[in-house]
C-alpha cells in the first residue's frame, strides 16, 4: 500500500529556508489524480493546511504563507518537496505531508497521512 | 471558510454517546471530513463526504449534515476513541480545519 515518510532537518534558523521531503513508496506521485498536500501542526495546536501539488504539477498555496512557500514534485526519486523561506519561530511545527485523492470521493479527503517530522526554528 | 468545533473538549465515560458539531461559515454542501488523532500520531480519516464510513473505521463512528452543520457521532465509546477529533473543508481554498475537540475519559 501506499506509504508516506517525511524527511529533513529538525532545526533551521530564523531567516533561513526550510526545506522537506516526502518520499512515497508504494505507488507513484505522477500517476492518477492525487493530490500531495503539506500540513502543520504547532506542538498542542491546530492543524494547518500549507499547500498541495497535484500529480500534474498544479499547485495551490494557503494564502496566510503563499509569498514563501513552494511546494514541488520530482518524479524521478517519488519525492514531493517544500520549502519555507524566511522562516520565524512562529514556523516551529510538526509537518506532514498527505494524500488527497479525489477520484475516490465526491469532494476528497486526506486518505493517507505520513507520520510527520518536527521542525525547530531556532538559532 | 472557518470551521467552529463544539466542544472544545468533553469528559465521557465508556459506552457513552459523544457528539460533536461543526459549523463552517458559508455553506459547503458535503465537502467536509473527519479525522481523529491520537498523541504523537499522525491524523487518520474517519469520515468523507460528510458522512460517508472510511474503510476500516468502526460502525460507531457516524457523521451527518450538509451545508453549514456537521456533527461526529461515536455511539458507544470505547477506550480507543479517546483522541482528539477535527472536521476539515474541501469546498474552497484555502483547504481549513476545526480547531479540534478532545475527547477525555471521565
Known amino acids: 500500500q501506499v506509504q508516506l515518510q517525511e524527511s529533513g532537518p529538525g532545526l533551521v534558523k530564523p531567516s533561513q529556508t526550510l526545506s522537506l521531503t516526502c518520499t512515497v513508496s508504494g505507488g507513484s506521485i505522477s500517476s492518477g489524480s492525487f493530490h500531495w498536500n503539506w500540513i502543520r501542526q504547532p506542538a498542542g495546536k491546530g492543524l494547518e493546511w500549507v499547500g498541495r501539488?497535484?500529480?500534474?504539477?498544479?499547485?495551490n498555496y494557503n494564502p496566510s504563507l503563499k509569498s514563501r512557500v513552494t511546494i514541488s514534485l520530482d518524479p524521478s526519486k517519488n519525492q514531493i518537496s517544500l520549502r519555507l523561506r524566511s522562516v520565524t519561530a512562529a514556523d516551529t511545527a510538526m509537518y506532514y505531508c498527505?494524500?488527497?485523492?479525489?477520484?475516490?470521493?465526491?469532494?476528497?479527503?486526506?486518505?493517507?497521512w505520513g507520520q510527520g517530522t518536527m521542525v525547530t526554528v531556532s538559532s | 471558510i472557518q470551521l467552529t468545533q463544539s466542544p472544545s473538549s468533553l469528559s465521557a465515560s465508556v459506552g457513552d454517546r459523544v457528539t460533536i458539531t461543526c459549523r463552517a461559515s458559508?455553506?459547503?454542501?458535503?465537502?467536509l471530513a473527519w479525522y481523529q488523532q491520537k498523541p504523537g500520531r499522525a491524523p487518520s480519516l474517519l469520515i468523507y463526504d460528510a458522512s460517508s464510513l472510511e474503510s476500516g473505521v468502526p460502525s460507531r463512528f457516524s457523521g451527518s449534515g450538509s451545508g453549514t452543520d456537521f456533527t461526529l457521532t461515536i455511539s458507544s465509546l470505547q477506550p480507543e476513541d479517546f483522541a482528539t477529533y477535527y472536521c476539515?473543508?474541501?469546498?474552497?481554498?484555502?483547504?481549513?480545519f476545526g480547531g479540534g475537540t478532545k475527547v477525555e475519559i471521565k
Open positions: 458559508q455553506g459547503i454542501y458535503s465537502t
Open positions: 501539488i497535484s500529480s500534474s504539477g498544479n499547485t
Open positions: 498527505a494524500r488527497d485523492d479525489p477520484s475516490s470521493y465526491d469532494s476528497s479527503a486526506f486518505d493517507i
Open positions: 476539515q473543508q474541501f469546498h474552497d481554498y484555502p483547504l481549513t
